[in-house]
């Protein structure tokens, strides 16, 4: 956030109120409501519960949309939280610390996976996150990296609310490698989060009351020109014996995984062969000069 929106006539203020006189001043029009405290405690976290509930633009209304742009997995933690209780739909970033690399993810509770369904190794495997950091190190930074997560975000966000182009659920973004790889994460049924369970349950029930939809397989027409002048005809130049021979053992694959080729069995019992010879490769090529 320094990088991007602080200036420096608004030192001694807070990240809170840097951040929102920069943005009042980029556009007066919208509508801002700061609040600086730490969500990870219980009366903050009580309070933030409550305008995610009732902080939407009509009065009493909950928000349609929450982005999360916090730095630390405590934080990350206490917004999945809230959102998995309340069925709120979130919008996660973040950047690594080695400053290139990033990454948004869109949450729907119950039909995704949360931030808790696949915990990072160190906190799967109960180690303090604080150790991990340096005191008095600060993670490295690059604005640039900073400022393409957040545009990517801003985009996902625009396409989910106004419904046009593809959502990402996960995109990730490599800068080293100029590497965007993008994935659904299906939430996990043994989630730490028992809001999150209840979430999945929940959006199982929907799925199961909604009417089935079965898919209609369209018939290709069968192409059929009206003249045939030169009479042309495609066919193919392999038969099925052929191909059979062709073929080699099909692997024994889990359900739903087809093969594109299978390597052909080697056939050593036919076929002529070239015996070993003492002669050297300049005779060798000699003879084959006379022929």
């Known amino acids: 956030m320094n990088r991007l929106f602080f200036q420096p006539h608004q030192a001694g203020l807070s990240k809170v109120e840097a951040a929102e006189h920069t943005l009042r001043s980029i556009n ?3 509508s801002f409501e700061s609040h600086n405290h730490n969500i990870t405690t219980m ?12 902080g939407g633009l009509e009065e009493g209304k909950p928000v349609d949309l929450i982005l999360s742009c916090v730095d630390n997995y405590e934080a990350r933690m206490a917004i999945n939280t809230a959102c998995n209780e309340l069925g709120q739909i979130w919008m996660e970033s973040g950047v690594s610390e080695n400053a290139v690399s990033g990454h948004i993810q869109l949450i729907i509770p119950g039909e995704t996976a949360c931030f808790a369904c696949a915990p990072p190794l160190v906190v799967a495997a109960n180690i303090d996150e604080k150790t991990l950091k340096r005191e008095g190190v600060c993670a490295a930074s690059l604005p640039t990296t900073m400022g393409v997560v957040a545009g990517l975000l801003v985009q996902n966000v625009l396409k989910f609310l106004l419904k046009f182009g593809t959502v990402s659920y996960y995109l990730g973004y490599n800068a080293m490698q100029d590497f965007f790889p993008t994935m659904t994460m299906k939430p996990n049924t043994q989630c730490s989060d028992r809001y999150c369970r209840s979430q999945q349950e929940e959006y199982k ?6 009417p089935k939809v079965e898919a209609v397989q369209e018939e290709e027409e069968e192409v059929v020109h009206e003249d045939n002048q030169w009479g042309i005809e495609l066919v193919s130049e392999v038969t099925d014996a052929e191909l059979q021979a062709a073929s080699g053992a099909v692997p024994d694959l889990p359900e739903g995984i087809t093969v594109a080729y299978t390597i052909p069995v080697e056939d050593t019992e036919s076929g002529e062969t070239v015996g070993e010879t003492e002669q050297s490769l300049e005779d060798l090529m000699a003879q084959m000069r006379k022929l």
Do not use: G, L, Q, W
């Open 205 to 210: 029930k929907k799925e199961a009351e909604c």
């Open 43 to 54: 009366d903050n976290f009580t309070h933030f519960m409550e305008r995610i509930s009732y």
């Open 28 to 30: 007066p029009d919208v």
